[in-house]
């Protein structure tokens, strides 16, 4: 299970964490993924990154701003998304897959078999 939360409202600029606590199974093993879906848009790959560290896979227009951590400890996965714009504004998912994705396909919605409830982050002009 996966439970995503630390949206809210911000301004243009500013910037919000979010959280991800995994329960059930052991995040070391899995690639973890953030996703985000804008209305009447199509749910898109933010960061993901894989199980062994070796393939991240950034959205070019969050590259520079956003970054993805692990706890393990605390089996808790982060995005902290700096500088945001208001084309940010969607819903949040995070997502998790036991496989050891490769770069071509860590982003693919299908890949990943646990998802979170979605944590809408709205950023104001």
């Known amino acids: 299970q996966l439970q995503a939360s630390g949206g809210g409202l911000v301004q243009a600029g500013g910037s919000l964490r979010l959280s991800c606590v995994v329960s059930?199974?052991?995040?070391?093993?899995?690639?973890i993924g953030w996703f985000r879906q804008a209305p009447g848009k199509e749910r898109e790959g933010v960061l993901c990154?894989?199980?062994?560290?070796?393939?991240?896979y950034y959205l070019d227009s969050v590259k520079g701003r956003f970054a993805i951590s692990r706890d393990n400890a605390k089996n808790t996965v982060y995005l902290q998304m700096n500088s945001l714009k208001p084309e940010d504004t969607a819903v949040y998912y995070c997502?998790?897959?036991?496989?050891?994705?490769?770069?071509?396909?860590?982003?693919?919605?299908?890949?990943?078999?646990?998802w979170g409830q979605g944590t809408q982050v709205t950023v104001s002009s």
């Open positions: 997502a998790a897959s036991p496989k050891s994705l490769i770069l071509s396909v860590v982003r693919n919605v299908e890949e990943y078999d646990y």
């Open positions: 059930g199974f052991t995040l070391d093993y899995y690639t």
């Open positions: 990154g894989s199980s062994g560290g070796g393939s991240t």
